[in-house]
């Protein structure tokens, strides 16, 4: 089985920066892309950030471009998302996913609270 952990979470003030990690561990399998989603209170699971594996393009939600940079360390099998210029709307609950085979994401982190005060 794949686990993946986020870190990182947490409380910060509007304008703030937080960097969550995700790191991937157990059996090892094909890794397509990376991506991060998050679920705030009461909406669905949205997108918000996505790498490929091999060659490192990225791909951003509307809502977060020029403020959340997503990278990887293939070495250490982690993702990263920085977040900066926080504002209350990212509170969220934010996941890590791996898509294999570009297909779909099979394997999901826990997640990692985000909260963002005003």
């Known amino acids: 089985q794949v686990q993946l952990v986020e870190s990182g979470g947490g409380l910060v003030q509007a304008g703030g920066s937080l960097k969550l990690s995700c790191a991937a561990s157990?059996?090892?399998?094909?890794?397509?892309?990376m991506g991060w989603f998050r679920q705030a209170p009461g909406k669905e699971r949205e997108f918000v950030a996505s790498?490929?594996?091999?060659?490192?393009?990225?791909y951003y939600a509307d809502s977060v471009k020029g403020r959340f940079t997503i990278s990887r360390d293939n070495a250490k099998n982690t993702v990263y998302l920085q977040m900066n210029s926080l504002k209350p709307e990212d509170t969220a609950v934010y996941y890590c996913?791996?898509?294999?085979?570009?297909?779909?994401?099979?394997?999901w982190g826990q997640g990692t609270q985000v909260t963002v005060s005003s």
């Open positions: 996913a791996l898509d294999p085979y570009g297909v779909s994401y099979n394997y």
């Open positions: 157990g059996r090892t399998v094909n890794t397509y892309r």
């Open positions: 790498i490929r594996w091999s060659g490192g393009s990225t």
